[in-house]
């Protein structure tokens, strides 16, 4: 009997939990490769609207969580490469997915000195359409708004560098 009750403890811990997760069943995914790439529109990590041009260039969206290791890891050179293609037709803007407080997402771009913008997809909504499951997670869009590449996982800086020549420069 005490068995049982300890069960069902765990069972409604376990299914409390899942209360958590942002509802993003009407989000329609539409982000593999070759789609065109969902509307990126919201309030940045200042808290002023964002609206991100999916048209005007080549786009590298960096999906990315405050308290991931490998966001971590990645973001020194992922800020060597903004600053190297911020001369060319290559923009780089963040999509912070998963952090419901946005102090500790503004902290982690005050610490590694982000300079391209992000997005505060607190919902969860932007990384559903774009189908990104967890950070880090990279998608490549064309000035044309097709999602031409995606890397899930932590990237090298070599790794983004050559997915940018293939994917954007092409």
């Known amino acids: 009997m005490a068995r049982s009750r300890a069960l069902v403890a ?3 811990v376990m299914l409390a939990g899942c209360t958590l997760q942002p509802n993003v069943a009407g989000v329609a ?5 070759g789609s065109s790439a969902p509307q990126l529109k919201g ?9 991100i041009d999916l048209h005007r260039s080549g786009v590298v969206l960096v999906f990315w969580a405050a308290w ?5 890891n990645e973001q020194p050179g992922l800020n060597k490469l903004a600053a190297e293609y911020a001369s060319s037709r ?3 803007y963040g999509v912070d997915m998963l952090d419901h407080d946005r102090a500790l997402a503004r902290a982690f771009v005050q610490e590694f000195k982000v300079s391209y913008p992000s997005l505060f997809d607190e919902s969860g909504s ?3 359409s774009y189908e990104v499951d967890a950070p880090p997670s990279i998608v490549l869009v064309n000035s044309k708004g097709i999602i031409v590449g995606r890397y899930p996982g932590e990237a090298t800086e ?3 560098r050559a997915l940018i020549a293939e994917k954007l420069f092409t």
Not at 29 to 33: A, I, L, N, R, T
């Open 29 to 33: 995914p539409s982000g593999h490769v």
């Open 90 to 92: 290559v923009r780089f």
């Open 10 to 12: 765990v069972l409604a």
């Open 68 to 72: 991931c290791g490998p966001c971590r």
């Open 126 to 128: 932007a990384a559903a």
């Open 43 to 51: 309030v940045s990590l200042a808290g002023s609207p964002l609206t």
């Open 158 to 160: 070599a790794q983004v």
